[in-house]
């Protein structure tokens, strides 16, 4: 089977990103394209380079080098772009504890341009889709760290973006509430929103995403397509990088 | 646009945080007791006053000296200009570096927020607060304006005085903020330097020294006159300098930060 051609650009094309962290190189060449209506898995073990890349997607970093478009625009040239177009949710989903679920997504809402009636439609919307009712009084800091997760998760589509951005997005969920967010995941590719989400667990990659991008210190080692029955594969496949490359570094 | 989503996203925590109230009431009290004291003593020496062809008014023996003690003489310490030394820094202290250290300020740059937004839209933040502490406070004399007379512009210049501190003040506790993940360092940095420019030209004026530059350099030399009725360019000048040279510093330092990660 032969994939689709694509006449629209990518909404995201990473292009040859650096990055160094702590004096040693985070993220080294990378290079990716996400189209949209798709769902990219990152997989990598602790320390590959995952949270930093998303954080450069989500133009909370500058890469060293190398270039970021987003939707056919430079991104680094206008990091403003991001407001209407990423929605992100940073690893273990950080909140200003003295808001209540409601403020925060009225303060993310407004953050990214929305206001007046279009926020509330928003924000109702949101709060009934992830189930979030029972906790829209509460206090973020107050709240488990799977209700911050939730919460978080609804920041990040609270504006509809046309690419979301997770970083982890199964932590700390029970597996109702990963099953859940696997439906979410899978809707909103249906309604054409680009998805490039970081996990380390490879049944995640299989469950919801149709490419995966395998990442071993700081580089991308393996990328391709997710099919059905792919994970003993998929399996193989990222434990030989880990291993190989735990070797050669031994 | 993105500045003032900032801005009512800071004010909001400031409200909703105990330690903002809790200043502001403490400072209250302090002040409207300071206010009675001052009234009782302006009261006390009315006949004698009343005597002198251009006696101090009401303006001068309460409503001014309420401001400040240590640059007005006065006989009761810690006016609001000696509160505000110790409060701002402590209100200020968690505006960035409460951000860094929970690592919320990365939402903020996910947002697609610079980080002049960020800074102005905080600094802004705190400025409304503040100013709404003042505006409380000069409500002690401003009560009393049916039944005394006021020297309005003289009022009018201190409270300028006041307002301009304050900004400095805020100025200078968000740059300090932003320059570390700890809100206690920030505070402890930032009511340094304040003493700091507040004292700046003691050790030079007790060694005999009373250069320009030092004098120029002290928060007093500004904030002096201003109390005093004596409104000059040069010292609205100075605190807005104070004011560009702190936000133009933090705003570098948190776009270092998007660089550094």
């Not at chain 1, 650096?18 to 990152?42: D, Y």
């Not at chain 2, 003593?41 to 006053?49: A, D, P």
């Not at chain 2, 402590?90 to 800074?119: D, P, Q, Y």
Request: one cysteine or more; glycine letters at 8%; a neutral charge.
């Amino acid at each position: 089977m032969t994939s689709p051609i694509h006449v629209s650009p990518p909404i995201l094309r990473l292009d040859q990103l650096n990055r160094r962290r702590a004096g040693r190189p985070a993220v080294q060449n990378l290079s990716l394209a996400l189209q949209r209506g798709q769902v990219l898995g990152l997989l990598g073990v602790n320390g590959a380079g995952k949270s930093t890349t998303l954080s450069m997607i989500a133009g909370a970093l500058r890469p060293d080098s190398g270039d970021i478009e987003l939707n056919g625009a430079d991104f680094l040239e206008h990091p403003e772009l991001a407001r209407q177009l990423i929605g992100w949710l940073p690893e273990r989903s950080p909140v200003w504890a003295e808001l209540s679920v409601i403020e925060h997504l009225d303060a993310h809402g407004r953050l990214r341009g929305l206001s007046g009636s279009a926020l509330r439609q928003a924000r109702t919307a949101i709060i009934e889709r992830l189930e979030l009712q029972p906790l829209a009084r509460r206090l973020a800091g107050v709240l488990s760290q799977g209700q911050r997760q939730r919460l978080g998760l609804a920041c990040a589509l609270l504006h509809q973006p046309a690419l979301l951005v997770l970083d982890e997005p199964a932590n700390a969920l029970d597996p109702v509430q990963v099953a859940a967010l696997r439906t979410l995941i899978r809707e909103q590719a249906a309604n054409g929103t680009a998805v490039i989400l970081s996990t380390h667990l490879l049944t995640e990659v299989t469950a919801v995403c149709d490419r995966v991008a395998i990442l071993h210190d700081g580089s991308l080692q393996h990328e391709g397509s997710v099919h059905e029955g792919d994970h003993a594969n998929l399996e193989r496949t990222f434990f030989d990088i880990a291993m190989n490359r735990k070797a050669q570094a031994a | 646009m993105t500045l003032f989503a900032v801005m009512r996203l800071e004010l909001r925590r400031l409200f909703v945080r105990p330690l903002g109230w809790i200043l502001a009431a403490l400072t209250l009290v302090e002040l409207a007791w300071r206010f009675v004291l001052l009234l009782g003593n302006f009261l006390g020496t009315q006949i004698r006053l009343a005597a002198l062809p251009s006696g101090p008014g009401f303006t001068d023996m309460v409503s001014v000296p309420l401001l400040s003690s240590l640059l007005t003489g006065g006989m009761l310490p810690f006016g609001l200009t000696e509160l505000a030394l110790l409060i701002v820094p402590l209100l200020a202290m968690s505006t960035l570096a409460g951000e860094r250290s929970n690592g919320t300020l990365s939402l903020l740059f996910g947002a697609g927020l610079s980080g002049g937004s960020i800074v102005y839209g905080k600094y802004l933040a705190l400025l409304v607060w503040l100013l709404l502490w003042l505006l409380l406070i000069l409500a002690m004399p401003l009560s009393l304006a049916h039944a005394t007379t006021f020297d309005w512009g003289k009022l009018a210049a201190a409270t300028l005085g006041m307002v301009l501190l304050l900004a400095a003040l805020a100025a200078i506790g968000v740059a300090c903020s932003a320059f570390t993940a700890h809100p206690a360092i920030a505070a402890t940095a930032s009511i340094l330097l304040v003493l700091g420019l507040f004292i700046v030209q003691l050790g030079a004026q007790a060694v005999g020294i009373d250069n320009g530059v030092i004098n120029w350099l002290a928060l007093p030399s500004h904030l002096e006159p201003l109390l005093r009725g004596l409104v000059s360019t040069t010292d609205v000048l100075w605190f807005v300098l104070v004011v560009v040279l702190a936000l133009a510093l933090a705003t570098r330092r948190l776009n270092a930060d998007k660089e550094r990660g």
